[in-house]
């Protein structure tokens, strides 16, 4: 007997407002600020690829670009649009066409102006497919026209209203690049993409680091940062270390100042250690989560979805496993997201009722090892894992839920492997589960992932909706949002596409999707920018 769904949402909205505030502001600085010196960070993300995010698009290369590259708008620790490159935008009554006023007193590194013309280029730059973008791509989707009306004037003429337009403005993904730099070959531009940032890249050692040298003409500040003129820190050297173990060890000793993806073992210890600090700063778009590939068997069977769900406990690894850095989630939607709706009873655990769920789906026959059959076929499920993207405790979280799975007769076959490998089974369509993070700024994260306009693969390979989830209901209500600009229409509409997307059991909740940095105390002025949570330090400096 399938378990009750709607009758049991208990919508809670999310409660944002305190984790929001701690996205941005690490300590209050000690002292006046000192110029000069060399800051070293630590990651333990993947080696970009390349570092134009335009290309591809994920989170390293937003770790990374906000270095060096600044985006039309920001958000302010409140959750606010503020001007950034930007200085003024006004939408039409129809919502079809947004005109943008911009700065006109800053350059790019290489000595180009930042003009509307700027501003084209980088936006035809995303949607050629030559580009092989996905997450910008996606985020300017409807943007059909960019006319320069004049140097600092722009005017975009959209194919339908884009209520997430702003949202999608302030992302790294869709930041401004220098137009003489984009004509270069995309090779050259991977390399060392040019903007208007307080830093430079001036050389990449791969597997090793990459030196960022300070813009001496840097005048573009965004509204909320503390201070303006060039930055204060000469250089920074962006250190690939992939060993958490590593990584810690080396910002114990001072050999690093900032790392990031730490370990909460090592953020449980930092606690304890005066020389370091910890700035949690959740992520804005989705939750961490497993999506269930309703696109193939046997998840094209909604008995056979929720039994998996009902077969696994996510709570006790959650609880074991992250030492009390992460908090269990029961929403679609990450913490930072106003609209997101939290369901815990939808996702209870019960081994039961999943057996009877699979028995009533055909699945009534075991085999000699404890997994059920359905003519001959054995249940099982391939899940392929991203060692650059999943940290080891949730590796581990990834293996209790295999075998609670066992129990009721999944087979569940952990994947291990690097990110290229990862990308490779999402795009031939090889996996039944897959724990795939996505940041976005807003709830429009819902229309990325579950329209089922994203299952056709963005021109870089990548498609977002790995659920595989086709409902046009689903998508009239997701356009629908999209297209409204009352914000509590779209939070009503957003929580329908939400119930709608867990009574379907597509998607299992696991935890809030976080940066977790430390940082040695003799970094002051840390702070992660409010879009999407990634470091800047532009207002950094060190005090020894």
């Not at 769904?5 to 505030?21: E, F, H, M, P």
Request: net charge negative; aromatic share 8%; hydrophobic share 40%.
């Amino acid at each position: 007997m399938s378990a009750p769904r709607t009758l049991l949402l208990s919508l809670s909205v999310v409660a944002s407002a305190a984790l929001l505030a701690g996205c941005t502001a690490a300590t209050e600085p000690a002292g006046d600020p000192v110029a000069g010196g060399t800051l070293v960070y630590a990651t333990g993300d993947a080696e970009p690829g390349c570092l134009d995010p335009h290309v591809g698009g994920n989170y390293p290369q937003a770790l990374i670009s906000t270095q060096y590259l600044e985006s039309l708008v920001s958000k302010n620790s409140d959750g606010e649009i503020i001007p950034w490159l930007a200085t003024d935008w006004t939408e039409s009554p129809d919502g079809l066409t947004w005109d943008f006023t911009l700065r006109d007193d800053v350059n790019f590194t290489d000595g180009t102006p930042f003009d509307a013309e700027a501003v084209k280029a980088n936006i035809e730059h995303l949607k050629d497919p030559e580009t092989a973008s996905s997450t910008g791509y996606l985020a300017v989707g409807k943007i059909e026209g960019i006319d320069a009306v004049a140097a600092d004037q722009v005017r975009f003429t959209l194919s339908a209203p884009d209520s997430a337009l702003l949202e999608s403005f302030s992302q790294p993904w869709v930041s401004i690049q220098s137009p003489t730099a984009l004509e270069r070959e995309q090779a050259v531009n991977c390399e060392n993409p040019v903007g208007t940032g307080p830093f430079v890249v001036t050389d990449w050692v791969k597997q090793q680091s990459i030196t960022l040298e300070r813009n001496e003409d840097y005048n573009s500040a965004p509204d909320d940062a503390g201070r303006t003129g060039p930055a204060l820190l000469d250089s920074i050297e962006w250190r690939f270390i992939p060993d958490a173990a590593t990584r810690y060890a080396a910002l114990q000793s001072g050999d690093v100042d900032v790392i990031d993806n730490a370990q909460p073992n090592n953020i449980s210890s930092a606690a304890d250690v005066a020389t370091i600090e910890e700035l949690d700063a959740p992520r804005p778009g989705a939750a961490n989560r497993i999506e269930l590939n309703s696109g193939k068997a046997p998840f094209d069977d909604i008995r056979v979805r929720e039994a998996f769900i009902r077969s696994v406990d996510v709570n006790p690894g959650v609880e074991s496993l992250f030492f009390g850095t992460a908090e269990r989630s029961y929403s679609v939607l990450s913490s930072v997201e106003p609209a997101g709706i939290s369901t815990p009873d939808v996702f209870t655990t019960d081994p039961e009722a999943a057996k009877t769920l699979l028995d009533e789906a055909g699945w009534n026959t075991i085999d000699s090892d404890g997994y059920r059959t359905k003519d001959g076929e054995r249940l099982s499920l391939t899940f392929p894992i991203s060692t650059n993207q999943s940290i080891p405790a949730e590796q581990s979280l990834f293996e209790q839920i295999q075998a609670s799975a066992k129990d009721v007769g999944f087979e569940v076959t952990l994947q291990p492997t690097d990110l290229s490998s990862w990308y490779g089974a999402l795009f031939t369509n090889e996996y039944n589960v897959v724990s795939a993070p996505y940041t976005k700024v807003g709830a429009d994260v819902l229309r990325i992932l579950y329209h089922s306009d994203s299952i056709i693969p963005a021109p870089s390979g990548y498609y977002a909706n790995l659920a595989q989830l086709s409902d046009p209901a689903l998508d009239a209500i997701l356009t629908t949002a999209s297209e409204t600009s009352d914000a509590s229409e779209r939070q009503e509409l957003y929580a329908e596409a939400q119930r709608i997307i867990v009574d379907g059991f597509y998607v299992l909740p696991l935890y809030d999707q976080q940066n977790h940095y430390l940082y040695s105390t003799s970094v002051e002025g840390f702070r992660a920018l409010p879009p999407v949570a990634a470091p800047t330090f532009y207002d950094a400096w060190l005090t020894n």
